[in-house]
């Protein structure tokens, strides 16, 4: 009996066995968890498709999801709106852990612009977006260092390595003259900065770079428009809690290197003369932390229901600099909070952020370059423990300096705005908005009677005190409407702005106090201000903006997209005869790809061409420009009675107006390779018109010498281009690469018309500071902005005296040289800007690194130019660069007084490897109360090539004179950080 039981088993299981090879296995059940590569969050509503059949099912909001598949050999797809759908054989498998990668080319990705979104199939203007998974990791400023290096034609730079420095901000050049060239930042549609809102707590930046896209801002638009998206949650789903911790320590990337005391005393037995007063002191020790550590905590609290969500956000910063008395502590709170009522027809958001920040504002220029200057072979204090000190001109204990003052910076920002956004009818919706911000700020400082402005100019105790407080309204209204009939598809939008600013402020002096007990808190004990030796100012200013704009956008098919807008609108700041101006913008697009010759080209994914015509203006800062301006002056006797002087310092100008920006841009947008493969293309021309200017004029019948004018005329040029290449998308492997490279060039076309003309054909800007006292840029009519000025170095003679070459090309000594001889030495404004991005991810894994450059420039080295000097008098007290000491041309040390020569003027370029950032999504087994772990550690600002000479080649690009490297820099910094996200 039990051999015929096993034989009937053996051939039961042969059949078995049998069937699988004629009908393939059975079915099986196959679970699995979806997330985001890279941040291991789970993924709710992700459809799981069986290939090549219906069978499908979505992920939980766990991200987790279970599908039957018909066999073992079966492949499902994994789809997410906004990521790149992955293939995965399950054969052997019966869990699956599926991480999905964001689309960076995903057509169907929704972009933000001015007073919408739009899909980015349908852009026709010049936008750039970049996503929350896209942003530079690790420690980050604000929310500009996000997309440092990922925006082609967007410049941001970092010159300074101090907590409290931000980064600067440029979009397309330079396109004026007096006004500011920051884009405007908009948060959740808000006007804000970029400081505004912590970096943590972003979801998207989108960059308006274009004038047709720009151009429905009006006068605030001119610079480009960044429009900061921040997190918020879509109704439904479970509560989640995300903790997000990181700690940095900081070295400085590259230190000036000044003799140290052992090479003070070496050069002075060689023959130069030098005190040697018997110490060994590192002056920039002293005044230096030995490791700066700063941390972040970012705890973010979401859920709710369909009805209603919210977002809750808690950010705390303290982040240490290089320097003692130098540090940033910042406190951010946000709230945002969506109510849906009557059947989701309305809609009701509330946001409120709230940001406080202080700093110990001890540390200044004036103590770092102590701390390099001054002798190393002195004492910190002398024989009885006090601050040493030494009656010799420009020569201060720097740790004296910086101990005996108490600073003390703070403010405090709030951010209120509510909207209710109303489905009145099909296809038409209508939305009011209305925002409050207020800041305040007070700056404290004092000095002790230890200080030197005591011990050396007799202060006896010196204190000041500025407080600011500002204002923000803002409402707006607008009404959109949608509506597609046959090919056709047309959305309209309307509205009306108002927004009025206040802002004011009050500072005081004071010196000569009884105790140093009061700091910068009881200032009216002080004696000189009753002296009237002191000082006391207030200011304020009021200015309104209304705006009445609207825009539609039509498409046909598909394939061809025209876009039109206009803004009117109004400023209180302009002059009687132009308080309103009009902004028009057209764009249009033709969808290449869709067309019948070209749909079946399977190569091809997509193809765009773009044009855009669009208008903005520019308002200066200052709200009363078209006003006549009385200064007060000193009191006269008149039979008695002093009698307080006015005198005028601006003429008024009824005819003041905006600064009119016209910009025409041609841009491609393809992708082929099944979207693997993509790039962006833009070629633009901005020309600025009515461009304000100071023009001389005479007196009487003007009450002053100048007037401002709108007179000028400056054209900006350029190319960007942006690629994306999907490189490898495998389960356990991938590779994303993005690249972008601008051009930009500019020229000053005119500053004179028939009413108004400058006396000479070009004007100077910049300044180099005592000794030399000498301008450094020239802008010459019909020249580009950044031009160096100055006199063109050749040799040196036997004497260690510069050799200049002359107007006349000739050889002369620099000390004959006339203002005639100086040249052109180059510019400071980077011609090619290029970044290059790359992630890689393997099962767990992911790094990323940014690279990113900029060539074609030159900087003015002003450590260089003021101690690169073996010049007696110059040697004798203070310390110099141990290259003061190098051969100059090869021949012999120099010994010329300090002087502003070409061979100061270095190349720029530079190429950095600026963020390095590894992380690991921790495997979690079963664990039902921490969705992910993510652990990460990254590196900022790791390396440099470059052939400059000096701290760091990135330095200011703002205003009329870029590429200026100013000798009291904070240096720039190298930061580790090690951080750990964890979501529950």
């Not at 970092?158 to 006004?179: D, E, F, K, M």
């Not at 400023?571 to 969808?591: D, L, V, Y």
Request: net charge positive; charged share 20%.
């Amino acid at each position: 009996m039990k051999n015929l039981l096993g034989c009937f088993l053996l051939l039961s299981m042969l059949l078995v066995n049998a069937a699988n090879a004629r009908w393939g296995s059975p079915p099986k059940t196959v679970t699995g968890v979806v997330t985001d590569a890279s941040s291991g969050t789970p993924l709710q509503g992700a459809t799981v498709t069986v290939k090549n059949t219906t069978t499908a099912t979505s992920s939980d909001a766990d991200g987790k999801f279970s599908i039957t598949v018909p066999s073992d050999d079966a492949v499902v797809d994994i789809t997410f709106v906004g990521y790149v759908t992955l293939s995965v054989p399950v054969k052997g498998l019966s869990t699956l852990s599926v991480k999905l990668n964001k689309d960076i080319n995903s057509l169907d990705e929704v972009v933000v612009v001015g007073y919408g979104t739009q899909k980015k199939a349908d852009l026709t203007s010049a936008v750039s977006s970049v996503k929350q998974e896209s942003f530079v990791k690790g420690f980050v400023r604000d929310a500009a260092q996000l997309i440092q290096g990922k925006v082609a034609g967007l410049s941001v730079s970092t010159s300074s390595g101090s907590p409290t420095a931000g980064t600067q901000i440029q979009l397309r050049g330079i396109t004026t003259l007096n006004a500011s060239t920051a884009p405007l930042v908009l948060i959740d549609g808000v006007p804000g900065n970029l400081n505004s809102v912590s970096p943590e707590d972003i979801e998207s930046i989108d960059v308006l770079k274009d004038g047709s896209a720009a151009a429905i801002y009006g006068t605030r638009g001119t610079n480009g428009v960044i429009l900061i998206t921040t997190r918020k949650i879509q109704g439904g789903g479970k509560s989640v809690v995300e903790y997000n911790t990181y700690a940095s320590i900081q070295t400085i990337a590259r230190r000036p290197r000044f003799l140290n005391a052992a090479e003070f005393r070496q050069f002075g037995k060689e023959g130069y003369p030098f005190i040697d007063y018997g110490m060994n002191t590192d002056w920039f020790e002293t005044i230096s932390r030995p490791t700066p550590f700063s941390q972040t905590h970012n705890l973010t609290f979401q859920g709710g229901n369909r009805q209603t969500s919210y977002t809750a956000n808690v950010n705390y910063r303290n982040w240490e600099g290089m320097f003692l008395k130098s540090v940033n502590r910042q406190v951010t709170l946000r709230a945002d909070v969506n109510h849906a009522m009557l059947d989701g027809k309305v809609k009701v958001n509330l946001n409120v952020i709230s940001r406080q920040r202080n700093d110990d504002g001890g540390f200044n220029s004036y103590i770092y370059r102590q701390s390099v200057i001054r002798n190393p072979t002195d004492s910190v204090y002398d024989f009885q423990g006090r601050w040493k000190e030494r009656n010799i001109y420009f020569y201060d204990n720097p740790l004296a300096y910086l101990m005996e003052t108490i600073a003390r910076n703070e403010s405090q920002e709030t951010r209120l705005s509510a909207s209710v956004t109303a489905n009145i009818a099909r296809g038409l919706n209508a939305k009011l908005l209305v925002a409050n911000v207020q800041s305040e700020s007070m700056s404290g400082f004092s000095e002790t009677k230890k200080h030197v402005s005591t011990t050396k100019n007799g202060r006896n105790g010196n204190a000041s005190r500025s407080t600011s407080a500002s204002e923000d309204n803002l409402l707006e209204f607008t009404m959109d409407y949608t509506k597609s009939f046959g090919k056709h598809r047309v959305v309209a939008l309307a509205g009306y702005s108002y927004q009025d600013q206040r802002y004011e402020d009050f500072s005081v002096s004071n010196w000569d106090f009884p105790t140093d007990e009061y700091s910068y808190n009881r200032l009216q004990a002080g004696n000189a201000l009753g002296r009237g030796e002191a000082s006391m100012s207030s200011f304020q200013s009021l200015s309104k903006l209304i705006g009445f704009f609207g825009r539609v956008n039509y498409n046909f098919g598909d394939k061809y997209l025209l876009s039109a807008s206009v803004r009117r609108e109004g400023s209180s700041k302009f002059g009687a005869n132009h308080k309103w101006g009009t902004f028009p913008a057209i764009s249009a697009a033709w969808r290449v790809k869709n067309e019948s010759f070209l749909r079946d080209v399977n190569f091809i994914h997509d193809l765009k061409l773009r044009a855009g015509f669009g208008v903005t203006g520019i308002a200066p800062g200052d709200a009363y420009l078209s006003q006549t301006s009385l200064n007060y002056g000193t009191r006269f006797l008149d039979n008695g009675v002093w009698i307080q002087s006015l005198s005028p310092v601006r003429n008024p100008n009824p005819d003041l107006r905006w600064e009119r920006k016209e910009e025409v841009n041609f841009g491609i947008d393809l992708s082929i390779l099944k979207g693997k493969l993509s790039t962006t293309i833009d070629i633009y021309k901005r020309t600025t018109r009515d461009m304000l200017y100071n023009y001389s004029v005479p007196v009487p019948p003007y009450l002053f010498n100048s007037i401002l004018a709108n007179v000028g005329v400056m054209e900006n040029k350029g190319v960007e281009v942006l690629v994306n290449y999907n490189a490898i998308q495998k389960k356990d492997f991938s590779w994303e690469t993005s690249v972008n490279f601008s051009t930009n060039s500019n020229k000053l076309v005119s500053l004179s018309n028939n009413l108004f003309r400058t006396t000479a054909s070009f004007f100077t800007a910049g300044g180099t500071g005592e000794p030399v006292q000498d301008y450094t840029h020239r802008v010459d009519i019909g020249g580009p902005i950044g031009n160096f000025h100055g006199y063109k170095s050749v040799d040196i003679d036997a004497n260690g005296l510069w050799i200049i070459e002359g107007k006349d090309g000739k050889p002369k000594p620099y000390s004959q040289a006339v203002q005639e001889d100086k040249k052109i030495l180059g510019n400071g404004l980077p011609k090619y800007y290029a970044g290059w991005n790359n992630t890689v991810r393997y099962k767990d894994w992911d790094l990323s690194v940014l690279m990113r450059g900029a060539f074609g420039f030159q900087i003015l080295n002003f450590q260089r130019m003021f101690y690169e000097n073996s010049q007696p008098q110059i040697l004798g007290n203070y310390n110099v660069l141990l290259s003061a000491f190098d051969k100059v041309y090869g021949k012999t040390r120099l010994t010329n007084s300090q002087a502003y020569v070409s061979y100061y003027v270095e190349n720029g370029d530079y190429w950095k490897v600026d963020n390095i950032t590894l992380g690991y999504n921790v495997k979690l087994k079963s664990n039902k109360y921490v969705k992910s772990l993510r652990l990460y550690a990254s590196g900022l600002n790791m390396f440099t090539i470059t052939g400059y000479k000096g701290i760091d080649p990135e330095v200011n690009r703002g205003g009329l004179a870029p590429g200026n490297d100013e000798r009291d820099k904070y240096p720039t910094t190298r930061t580790f950080t090690f951080g750990a996200l964890v979501t529950l």
